[in-house]
């Protein structure tokens, strides 16, 4: 079975598997009438389908294959992913939405009690609860934080690019791969450099040589005042709401960061709201800059 991210009977599962399965035997069928390159540009990027149409062939038979077994898989692969996503928003345009199976009221109560009869019949929420997340979608801002700041992906937002080079063109894979070669390389320079912590003061040591020793006591308060004012000084090329959403985001972050004790979980989550907007600063380099800068020092406290 397909994942369904809802806390429902089994049976329920079983019957969301089946409706999905009508989904992809109707592709299945009407790629053969016509033809899968056809057919096909409707799910997939056409970088995507010139070089592995083979491979989108072989995953939407994969996928029908799953609806019809009782395995319960815990989640996708984002190339299986983009592939269920887009047959489905496929099907609901080109179908009756009341061509599939009703699951029936007494299987749609969840595990609090309560009933989701109508939001589980409804077939456009499909998208929601057969998804955790939607990161398949975001290819080029995934990407674009990995070569601005790919620690921040890793660490805090916990995304493998790796997972994701399926879906991307071809010679931003080749980019990437030799990005990861430099890194490697950077990395293992870095291999004999030894980092202690005492309290407050970090210390490194390079090659048994001398120790130097830097003071982390607290939140440097005239560097932040410099990268807010950074910001704040060039948001306006933005629109109004995705200047709004930063200056959120910077007014969230400044308040945490004040505090005597920080939480990470706070920080963390202005590092993932800080994200997107790396993308939408593309066009401004000192706001992007500066938006990098932030990323780098709430790092420090988390």
């Known amino acids: 079975m397909l994942p369904v991210y809802l806390e429902v009977p089994r049976e329920a599962k079983k019957i969301i598997n089946k409706n999905v399965g009508y989904m992809f035997e109707l592709l299945k069928c009407t790629c053969e009438g016509l033809s899968y390159a056809d ?16 491979k989108c062939v072989q995953t939407i038979k994969e996928l029908y294959n799953m609806t019809q077994d009782n395995y319960e898989r815990e989640a996708l692969a984002p190339f299986y992913e983009w592939t269920l996503f887009h047959t489905i928003l496929w099907w609901l345009d080109v179908t009756d939405e009341n061509d599939l199976d009703e699951i029936p009221r007494k299987y749609c109560t ?23 997340d939607w990161d398949f979608l975001d290819l080029e801002i995934i990407y674009s934080i990995y070569k601005n700041n790919p620690e921040l992906l890793e660490s805090f937002l916990y995304i493998d690019v790796e997972n994701y080079l399926e879906l991307m063109p071809n010679d931003i894979v080749k980019e990437y791969q030799a990005m990861k070669e430099r890194r490697k390389s950077s990395m293992d320079g870095r291999s004999n450099m030894t980092f202690n912590i005492t309290g407050g003061q970090i210390n490194i040591a390079k090659d048994n040589g001398n120790v130097n020793a830097i003071q982390n006591n607290g939140t440097n308060t005239s560097e932040l005042a410099d990268i807010i004012k950074g910001i704040m000084e060039n948001v306006h090329g933005l629109d109004n709401e995705n200047a709004d959403k930063i200056k959120d985001i910077v007014e969230l972050a400044k308040d945490e960061l004040n505090k005597p004790e920080p939480k990470s979980s706070r920080l963390r989550n202005c590092l993932t709201l800080i994200a997107p907007m790396l993308t939408i600063a593309n066009g401004i380099p000192v706001l992007k800059e500066n938006l990098l800068k932030l990323s780098d020092f709430i790092m420090r406290y988390v």
């Open 39 to 54: 057919v096909l540009d409707s799910i997939y990027l056409s970088y995507i389908l010139d070089i592995k149409l083979e």
């Open 110 to 132: 969840d595990k609090s009690g309560e009933d989701r009869y109508g939001y589980i019949n409804n077939v456009k929420n499909y998208i929601e609860f057969l998804f955790q």
